[in-house]
């Protein structure tokens, strides 16, 4: 019995270092807290605790404090952590299969955070912002010059990342050619009789408009009109092909691409038979009137960074096996606040459960469909037609007794949306534009994840419950400790939950064309009712004045702008 109960503890304290003792979110709460309140000093020491430098957060732990130190107005400093996490993401892209096994048998949090793809994107976008910044705020041209080239080297690479990933998935005319083939419009007919309700073609990062309109802006304002013109033809391109209705978007952010590409013509020249029917086929009439003054005046560019971007939570599953059927059950255990469940409810019907009418039907004949009927879109049978035998002899039949508890990780579907902002200029008021929905981004990176999380999960509770059963049968210890170890495996259960907090929600832009001289800019917080940031611009003519502001919920206004 002494042995019994001694070996429960170390099956208990194991599982405890297993399953650690928050989700990413919560580990880090802190930190994003004093962050939002502008305290930066203080988030930066918070953030530094909650993640270690050398461990398996490395990645993130430059990410955050990177992003802090950007807030802050510490650019060179900020750029100098994102360097760093560029290093380790780049590492750890190389080494995927070889780090993977302790994680895969244990918990997603044993492994290195690797980041995903628009993740590493926006690492050079930070850095170009970084840059870009410094160069505004240099009090000499070699300086000024020398950050442009900075900012100028990382959308460098950003093209390259991005070229990359495009080759890889295909771009969006390459998809809209492939769904007008008649194997394809077949293919969707049968996914759909299948009970798939997510076209997940759709859901695929193939490139960044917002990332070529931000090169477009750099390349202007080291007067690379030629490059700028490239960069911001490439933007509209996107935005029209399906970048605006895949994250949600603002329309007219297209046609704000195609006006600045415009000008670029302009101010380049040898496109004077060109650029006139561009306007006429793009633009407004009213945008047509503004081109015939922009370039002679300055201008100013407001960048907003709104929010933060939801973190990913875990959701509890329950897998039993249903001999008579040979099938293994899965079904979600909700947990949390009301708002909490609904979301978890509605990813496991959205990702998960049996949909299909054909897959129902096929039920018809088994002496259990009342019950099938019953949990029809709240439960999901996976058969393995004679795996079952294998998987028998492996033990699992025996370590599933009771069931198994299975974790996965899910985003947020229900995540309301941000209420717009308008900036006012000397009393005349302009829409934010929504170019950048980071938000969406990541929920459908996290959709086409799904189903392959889940598998994972499957594969490493059951790996775990097999052979904790072994152990506890090979030392004797009869129904207690079978039933100890099957504790310790669930409690040990975990998903992946981490990811880039400190990126924002979406990005806003606007561009207004103003005389030369100083102007007032006011900004409305639309995380606050009633907040708003201001400042004071000078405007040189044929010049483009910049401002960004991070816009969070109760952030005192003299933190969010620089």
Not at 93 to 116: D, F, I, L
Not at 365 to 381: E, H, I, Q, V, Y
Not at 540 to 559: D, H, I, L
Request: hydrophobic share 40%; net charge neutral; with cysteine.
């Amino acid at each position: 019995m002494f042995k019994q109960i001694r070996l429960l503890v170390v099956l208990t304290l194991a599982s405890l270092w297993l399953a650690g003792c928050a989700t990413y979110g919560q580990g880090v709460k802190q930190g994003l807290e004093l962050t939002q309140q502008g305290q930066y000093e203080q988030a930066a020491v918070a953030m530094d605790k909650a993640l270690d430098a050398k461990g398996n957060d490395r990645l993130l732990h430059y990410l955050e404090l990177g992003s802090i130190q950007h807030l802050a107005g510490n650019y060179q400093k900020s750029n100098e952590l994102f360097q760093t996490a560029e290093g380790i993401a780049e590492d750890l892209y190389t080494k995927r299969v070889s780090e993977m096994v302790v994680a895969a048998m244990t918990s997603p949090r044993n492994g290195p955070y690797r980041g995903n793809e628009f993740e590493r994107v926006y690492i050079n976008y930070y850095k170009a912002l970084n840059y870009y910044l410094i160069a505004a705020n240099a009090s000499d041209k070699k300086a000024r010059d020398a950050a442009l080239e900075g900012a100028r080297i990382e959308i460098r690479r950003i093209d390259m990342l991005l070229t990359a990933l495009e080759n890889e998935k295909g771009g969006y005319q390459e998809q809209a050619d492939k769904e007008q083939s008649m194997f394809y419009k077949l293919l969707k007919i049968f996914e759909k009789l299948s009970g798939e309700i997510i076209d997940k073609d759709k859901l695929v990062f193939r490139q960044d408009a917002y990332a070529n309109y931000m090169a477009g802006l750099i390349y202007e304002n080291g007067r690379e009109y030629d490059e700028a013109r490239v960069a911001y033809q490439k933007a509209a391109q996107l935005y029209e092909q399906g970048y605006n209705k895949q994250y949600k978007l603002d329309s007219d952010m297209q046609m704000q691409c195609w006006f600045d590409t415009i000008r670029m013509m302009q101010k380049s020249g040898g496109w004077d038979n060109e650029w006139p029917q561009l306007a006429q086929s793009k633009l407004t009439a009213a945008k047509r009137d503004e081109l015939k003054e922009y370039n002679r005046n300055g201008h100013v560019v407001v960048i907003q960074h709104v929010g933060m971007i939801p973190e990913r939570k875990e959701m509890n599953l329950l897998m039993t096996a249903d001999e008579m059927a040979r099938e293994f059950v899965i079904q979600p255990v909700l947990t949390g606040s009301e708002a909490d469940r609904q979301e978890q409810l509605i990813w496991f019907f959205m990702l998960y459960a049996d949909k299909s009418i054909i897959g129902l039907l096929s039920s018809l004949g088994s002496p259990d469909f009342a019950n099938k009927l019953a949990g029809f879109a709240t439960t999901k049978r996976q058969g393995i037609g004679p795996m079952w035998s294998v998987a028998e002899g492996m033990g699992l039949m025996e370590a599933m007794k009771g069931g198994m508890r299975i974790t996965v990780p899910y985003f947020p579907m229900t995540s309301s949306r941000v209420a717009p902002s308008a900036l006012t200029v000397d009393g005349k008021q302009y829409p934010m534009l929504r170019s950048e929905n980071l938000t969406e981004l990541a929920l459908q990176q996290n959709i086409l994840a799904a189903s392959g999380e889940i598998q994972e999960a499957m594969a490493r509770e059951a790996f775990k419950g097999v052979t904790a059963q072994k152990v506890a049968g090979a030392l004797g210890g009869g129904d207690l400790l079978s039933f100890a170890s099957k504790l310790a495996v669930a409690a040990s259960s975990s998903a992946e939950t981490r990811n880039w907090l400190l990126l924002p929600r979406e990005i806003r832009i606007a561009r207004v064309v103003l005389p030369e001289g100083e102007h007032e800019l006011t900004l409305n917080n639309p995380m606050v009712a009633g907040g708003t940031y201001t400042k004071t611009v000078n405007v040189q003519k044929g010049e483009m004045a910049v401002w960004t502001v991070r816009s969070f919920a109760n952030m005192p206004a003299t933190a969010a702008a620089k």
